[in-house]
């Protein structure tokens, strides 16, 4: 299928978008999988769905000091780059999993191309209910995704349930104070261009915390986000350009215009990109014991 062939797909989502209630959330998270199923997306962003591609993923995990023969979940595995390069870098065994069945259709074939089926699997779930048991992987990556689920703390919560007692997580996502939203990026497009719902720095570790995890690293990659965003505005501005019929319904001057303001947002200090380390402490607090 080429690219072309999925335009069509692309503006019918669009006029799904328009038809979703944004405050279901079921109905949330179904768009935004749909949206990151579709093929056009990796004309935007490559095969890496978060800013800081590759590079970013190697500095997660060295910060997480993932060891070979760990089993680690990829949270919102997209069509499964992530847990690939870990497999094949780290020598760890990754499930990956993912809310949109054609990211996973697609994260398997690539896992079976590169011979790492045997150690790479991927499962369509909601990250805010794993299918997965308690305590059952040494280490969790979740990259560019929680921005994207409407209900954070569920998410963080899973994530430390299935997370072993001394194990690590590791998040990179897009981080925003809400107040420098743009009114037009606050719908369900803003959500898929994981901006709408993206939280301040601050809110992103206390949900973490609350979750029992103990935050150890925070770092800034704010400028991952800015090569994004101008890259997308690059790529928005040839399809412009390019001035293809089935594009037509689609106002992608006005894309290229809040591609340009997202990138203010983010020279100003208002957004970035951040790169959290959380670990679950070794073993569970006992309950105090009161002695009278
Ligand atoms: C920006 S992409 C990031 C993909 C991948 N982590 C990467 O870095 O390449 C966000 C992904 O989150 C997935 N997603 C959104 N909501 C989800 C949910 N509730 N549970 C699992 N996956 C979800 C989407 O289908 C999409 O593939």
Redesign the pocket.
Known sequence: MTTTDTLPSLVQLAQRFQAVNGDDPEAV?AC??AA??LDLVALFLG????PGGAAL?RRLADAMELRALDRVL??????G??ALLLARERGVDVIG????EV?VARARGRARRFGLADRVGFEV????RLPLGDGSVDAIV????LC??PDKAA?AAELARVLRPGGRLGITDVWLDPERLDRELRGLAGRVA?LADARPIAEITDTVSRAGLSVTRVERHDDALLETIDQVETRLRALRLADLPPLRGLDLRRGVELARRAAEVVRCGDAGYVLLVATRPPMDTPCAVSST
């Open positions: 998270k935004c999988a990151y199923g095969d890496s769905y978060h993923t990829d949270a919102a595995a997209g069509v780059t992530t999993v993912d809310l949109g990211q779930g909601d990250a805010e979740c990259e560019c995704a994207t689920f998410a994981c």
